[in-house]
């Protein structure tokens, strides 16, 4: 029986490549395609797919954050995340966040097939070329973790989440249709972060987020919605 | 707006748009000569080349639209259509 797929990445062309190379054998069924992290959570809840072949740089909730929230509502689901990139950021957030396997983009079909067949097993799977690269850096010694910069571990990863929307400028009811919550919901977070990190505004809370590295913007693009 | 800002801005822009549209078509093309091969396999050799050629871009457009857009997973895309 073929493992049903979701193929989530919002460039047409990647995913009329990877259908075509799935199509091509009887293992894989394409049951549905979404071109950001929101829809591709709402598919996962329609769909119910064995395995998310998802692109990690998705507009939006980008595939890191789409593997939580998915993950939240259907632990069950195996996601694959797709990279252009094997920066050691990309891996060690697609890998904490429940990804079971990270394959760049440009590896080859057999290379995809293959992490896909060990995933739908219930293992897991890196390119070669991001296994070689993480393995050569461990033995160097020079592999360092990242994790939430020290103002900021006062946070759960939830809000982690809401605060770098929040930074980047997006309002509560954006960042609710995003995370699938209640717009009340995302306020309370806001006003809970403030408490927990003693600021009093979403400047404050963007300077911070700024600050720390959790997120950049460009010039020009500070968070405005403090009306919000 | 001062004239450094607008040439960073731009810089900006470009890196942007290395990082998320001229990569992933390039990746795309890289999919589309995977599919070439398996249906044609005497094909396999020449794929293989241009596959190679196609990777040192991919390897050249990572570098750059890093420099010129530091940590890219970090930075978001606004949305696939309003994209330039």
């Given at each position: 029986?073929?493992?049903?797929?979701?193929?989530?990445?919002?460039?047409?062309?990647?995913?009329?490549?990877?259908?075509?190379?799935?199509?091509?054998?009887?293992?894989?069924?394409?049951?549905?395609?979404?071109?950001?992290?929101?829809?591709?959570?709402?598919?996962?809840?329609?769909?119910?797919?064995?395995?998310?072949?998802?692109?990690?740089?998705?507009?939006?909730?980008?595939?890191?954050?789409?593997?939580?929230?998915?993950?939240?509502?259907?632990?069950?689901?195996?996601?694959?995340?797709?990279?252009?990139?094997?920066?050691?950021?990309s891996v060690?957030?697609?890998?904490?966040?429940?990804?079971?396997?990270?394959?760049?983009?440009?590896?080859?079909?057999?290379?995809?097939l293959?992490?896909?067949?060990?995933?739908?097993?219930?293992?897991?799977?890196?390119?070669?070329?991001?296994?070689?690269?993480?393995?050569?850096?461990?033995?160097?010694?020079?592999?360092?973790?990242?994790?939430?910069?020290?103002?900021?571990?006062?946070?759960?990863?939830?809000?982690?989440?809401?605060?770098?929307?929040?930074?980047?400028?997006?309002?509560?009811?954006?960042?609710?249709?995003?995370?699938d919550?209640?717009?009340?919901?995302?306020?309370?977070?806001?006003?809970?972060?403030?408490?927990?990190?003693?600021?009093n505004?979403?400047?404050?809370?963007?300077?911070?987020?700024?600050?720390?590295?959790?997120?950049?913007?460009?010039?020009?693009?500070?968070?405005?919605?403090?009306?919000? | 707006?001062?004239?450094?800002?607008?040439?960073?801005?731009?810089?900006?822009?470009?890196?942007?748009?290395?990082?998320?549209?001229?990569?992933?078509?390039?990746?795309?093309?890289?999919?589309?000569?995977?599919?070439?091969?398996?249906?044609?396999?005497?094909?396999?050799?020449?794929?293989?080349?241009?596959?190679e050629?196609?990777?040192?871009?991919?390897?050249?457009?990572?570098?750059?639209?890093?420099?010129?857009?530091?940590?890219?997973?970090?930075?978001?895309?606004?949305?696939?259509?309003?994209?330039?």
């Amino acid at each position: 029986m073929a493992f049903d797929v979701l193929l989530v990445d919002d460039h047409k062309i990647m995913r009329d490549g990877i259908k075509a190379i799935l199509s091509r054998g009887e293992e894989f069924r394409v049951v549905g395609e979404a071109e950001n992290g929101t829809d591709a959570v709402q598919s996962v809840k329609r769909l119910r797919p064995d395995l998310v072949l998802m692109d990690i740089g998705l507009p939006g909730l980008n595939g890191v954050e789409t593997t939580v929230e998915i993950l939240r509502h259907h632990p069950d689901c195996k996601i694959v995340i797709l990279s252009m990139y094997d920066d050691e950021n990309s891996v060690v957030g697609a890998i904490r966040s429940g990804a079971r396997a990270f394959i760049l983009k440009k590896a080859s079909d057999t290379d995809l097939l293959e992490a896909l067949r060990v995933v739908a097993r219930g293992g897991a799977y890196l390119s070669p070329q991001v296994s070689d690269r993480l393995l050569t850096r461990i033995q160097k010694g020079d592999l360092e973790s990242h994790p939430a910069p020290s103002s900021l571990s006062v946070l759960s990863p939830r809000e982690l989440q809401v605060l770098r929307m929040v930074a980047e400028g997006k309002t509560s009811k954006e960042i609710a249709v995003m995370l699938d919550l209640r717009e009340q919901t995302i306020r309370s977070y806001r006003k809970t972060m403030m408490k927990k990190l003693g600021v009093n505004n979403v400047a404050g809370l963007t300077q911070l987020a700024l600050s720390t590295g959790l997120t950049h913007l460009p010039r020009g693009q500070a968070a405005t919605n403090d009306s919000d | 707006m001062p004239k450094s800002s607008e040439t960073d801005r731009k810089l900006e822009h470009a890196g942007k748009v290395l990082h998320d549209d001229i990569g992933p078509l390039l990746s795309g093309a890289g999919l589309r000569l995977q599919l070439l091969r398996m249906d044609f396999p005497e094909t396999a050799e020449s794929v293989r080349e241009v596959t190679e050629t196609l990777d040192q871009a991919i390897d050249r457009v990572r570098a750059l639209s890093q420099e010129l857009k530091p940590s890219p997973f970090a930075g978001r895309k606004t949305s696939s259509r309003s994209r330039a």
